[in-house]
C-alpha cells in the first residue's frame, strides 16, 4: 500500500523558517509529479508549490522567493524549505504525488504549521 508520510511541521515565529518533508513508499517516485499544498481553517486547499518530473517547479504567489521545493527521487521523498514565513501561512500541509499519467493521485495525511508570535 502506497504511503505518503509528512514530516517537519510546527509552530514557529514570524520570520521563521522550517523544512517540511515528505517520505513516499512508492516504488519509482521518479515517474511522478510532486507538490505540496495547504489548507488554513475555513479555506479550500490550495496549491503552494509542485515539482514535475523533470525537476521543473512551479510556486503560488503568495510563496515565492520564500518557498522551495526540491525532490530526492533516491530517497523516496520530497521537501519544502520554507523561510520568512508569517501568518497567513499557518495551514496544514499535504504532500502529493501523481502518476505521469494522471491517472493516479496519491496524498499524505498532512502536517500542521503554525505561525505565531
Known amino acids: 500500500q502506497v504511503q505518503l508520510v509528512e514530516f517537519g511541521g510546527g509552530l514557529v515565529q514570524p520570520g521563521g523558517s522550517l523544512r517540511l518533508g515528505c517520505a513516499a513508499s512508492?516504488?519509482?517516485?521518479?515517474?511522478?509529479?510532486l507538490g505540496w499544498y495547504r489548507q488554513a481553517p475555513g479555506k479550500q486547499r490550495e496549491s503552494v508549490a509542485t515539482?514535475?518530473?523533470?525537476?521543473?517547479?512551479n510556486y503560488a504567489d503568495s510563496v515565492k522567493g520564500r518557498f522551495t521545493i526540491s525532490r530526492d527521487n533516491a530517497k523516496n521523498a520530497v521537501y519544502l524549505q520554507m523561510n520568512s514565513l508569517k501568518p497567513e501561512d499557518t495551514a496544514v500541509y499535504y504532500c502529493?504525488?501523481?502518476?505521469?499519467?494522471?491517472?493516479?493521485?496519491?496524498w499524505g495525511q498532512g502536517t500542521q504549521v503554525t505561525v505565531s508570535s
Open positions: 512508492i516504488s519509482r517516485l521518479s515517474s511522478y509529479n
Open positions: 515539482i514535475n518530473i523533470e525537476g521543473r517547479t
Open positions: 502529493s504525488a501523481v502518476s505521469s499519467g494522471g491517472n493516479v493521485n496519491y
